[in-house]
């Protein structure tokens, strides 16, 4: 299988994931989204773990980090609605929340992902390497 067949797979999954969710657990207008939040953190989370857990350069690991985390994770996540919801929320009035809504993405967003990282790691008992900024141990 040629690595654009495992991201078109992948993505074509996280994608239906998404959109099923989504109806399953829709968001009011002008309200939160709570929906869009969720999945992109729980996409950063399953990101994390997948970079982690899936490092080795092998051609079958390429494969599996272009399925899981380009494939499965860019389309069960979405930076668009992310952006679009944040843009009605101020045009329509509640630019506060609209704001809030951005930086909470965000912020949470990296703290998902090193929360994936690191729970891949503490799990598989691997030791975080020791940060050294003069590169010494």
Do not use: K
Request: contains cysteine; aromatic residues 8%.
């Amino acid at each position: 299988m040629s690595t654009a067949v495992a991201v078109a797979v992948g993505g074509a999954i996280g994608t239906v994931a998404r959109y099923e969710i989504g109806l399953n657990w829709p968001v009011a207008a002008g309200t939160f989204p709570w929906t869009t939040l969720t999945l992109n953190l729980l996409g950063s989370i399953a990101l994390g773990v997948i970079l982690s857990v899936v490092a080795a350069d092998s051609t079958s690991a390429h494969r599996a980090r272009a399925f899981a985390a380009v494939g499965f994770c860019g389309g069960f996540t979405t930076f668009s609605t992310w952006m679009v919801e944040s843009v009605l929320l101020a045009r329509d009035g509640d630019a506060g929340l609209g704001a809030l809504y951005t930086v909470v993405s965000l912020v949470a967003g990296l703290v998902a992902v090193a929360v994936g990282v690191l729970g891949a790691r503490a799990v598989a008992h691997r030791q975080m390497p020791r940060f050294d900024p003069q590169g010494e141990d």
